[in-house]
């Protein structure tokens, strides 16, 4: 070890070109899916069986939870993930550390960059990458079509509607206070596919509101996910602020599952097709 | 209490030279020999033969043996040897601070290191690092923390000094209102972040030595041993120091000298650590103390046998925070505090029982 830096350089490079040889590996046997909609993907293509681990954020299907968990998308362990023996790890966008990645990448496990986001151009594409890499092609383009198609038909029959619902997503009521969606947010990404408009427009991410803020925006309708409101017997309406408001005087409260709703992964049409057809019970939308 | 044993123990350094030798030659095979047993244990399951195997074969991988040779040499070893330094350099900083301050409670971070450190790391993650992500990519949290720290303790330092003499209490005082102010900001960027920074914060401020690479190690290793390497030489100075400032001046030493040394070596050991692994709590109050109720107070003793023991200590956290929760991993920063504590608390009640005796 006389020129130690030198030595870890090439050693370096040497893995490198070692992982550029074994990156062309068919036909994965142990997939490690970091990501919730990356795993709900690879179960929607009936491929769960290749599944050695998921992370934190992969809670759909709940058979995820009988698999080994490598902890939190954004704070994976290098050792951790390698000591399954994966052939290939399916990371989504923003996971990391890229300390992590790196030295996974080096002991040449496979990597596969998913695209994260909550766009409808970025659905089909994560789904056709999944797929790709599981040398599933022509069923994951089948899939990812169906669901642009799907997304495509919603809007053209939400077409129709003349005045937008304004809606308050509401993330959770913890400590009798609201922490409400802005943009940048799958929820919002959500309301909007459903064709109505975020009432809380303007601001980015989630962000603590208070009551008189929440009065004020004057919601149509409180969207929440099933199990945000315990705190109140899931009755948001028990609080003054929020009774006082258009959603409040006509009841209109809309509550959703939670990964259902927001995952971002196959069952996001479905799921904008059902909050429309809650946000406009006259629009007659065709059921998913 | 404590200043209770710095008093005992200063009356009989003359028993205690031996002691301390002893410890820190105990210490030093220890850390030794916890460094071995760590190289073995990790989530991946690799024999100690398979372990020496791949350590003889050297760091260049055969296709057979790619994965295992990853695991020993880019990623346990780099973890093992940059986790020595950050565990010595914070229980070595611990035992300069509570020397210079002359009080149990400090620890390093009242040189104004963590504050500035997390502000700065804090303000990476959530603002992003601008131009300087361009330049530094994944360096970018890192080189944040490093500089966030120096420059508040530089700051601090500042407000301390006038007329070229350092008020002890005034650093103090000053440090809690600047760590106040920097944790008003930090809070207003957690204010602005979404979950996933949220989350990044969160495991940042719990520390871990996750990141920890070889590039790691030859950056932010070499400012660790430099201010490892320079503390001992503090060692009469703090001990002349317990007698007070005046006293201390009156045995002919240059007590601003030693004030100025000891923050900068302070600052930088502790920066590089909250570099390489972010914010890891206890190590540099409980180390210090411990090792205060075994071979005294005297620095000579005190200091070298911090930093073996804080690199033991965060070994022995590390094996555990890879292992536990695996194929996941525990921040190191909650188990320093759970495996020490107890400990530290079971000495403590230990003395009590003595000294009632």
Redesign the interface.
Known sequence: MRF??L??LS?AL??TG?AAQ?ASAQDPKRVVSIGGAATEIVYALGEEKRLA?VD?TSLYPPETKAL?????I????????????PDMILLED?AG????V??ID????EVVHVPAGHSVEALPEKIRTVAHALGRDSDGNAMASKVSTDLAALQKELGAVKARQKVLFILSLKDDRPLAAGE??AADAMIRLAGAQNVLAGT???KGLSWEAASALQPDVILMMDRGGEAHGGDAFALPALAATPAGRNKRLIKMDALYLLGFGPRTPAAARELASRLYPDLALRQP | MTAASLAVSSTDTGDRTRTGRLALILLALLLVLTAIVSLGV????LSPARVVEILLSG???S?AN??DT??V????LPRILLGCLVGASLACGGALMQGLFRNPLADPGLAGVSSGSALAAVAVIVLGGGFLDSILG?WTLPFAAFFGGLASTALLYTVATSQGRTAIATMLLAGIALGALAGALTGFLVFL????QL??IT?WSLG?L???????L?TCGPIMVAALLASPFLARGLNALVLGEAEAFHLGLSVQRLKRLAIVIVAAGTAASVAAAGVVGFVGIVVPHLLRLAVGADHRFLLPASALLGAILILVADMAA?TL?????LPIGILTAILGAPFFLWLLLRRRGFSEL
């Open positions: 130690p830096v030595r870890s050693l040497a893995l070692l074994s681990a934190t080994p968990n490598v902890g939190y954004r704070a994976l362990s290098a050792e951790g993930v390698l000591s399954l023996s923003g550390p890229p300390e992590a790196k030295l080096a002991a040449g496990v940048d947010t980015k991410g989630y | 990790g989530p991946a399951a760091p260049r991988p296709e790619l994965g990853v695991i040499w880019q990623i346990r994944p972040s979404d979950d996933r989350r990044d495991f871990g996750g990141g920890a690479s070889w590039e790691r030859w890879r929760a695996s194929p996941a991993e």
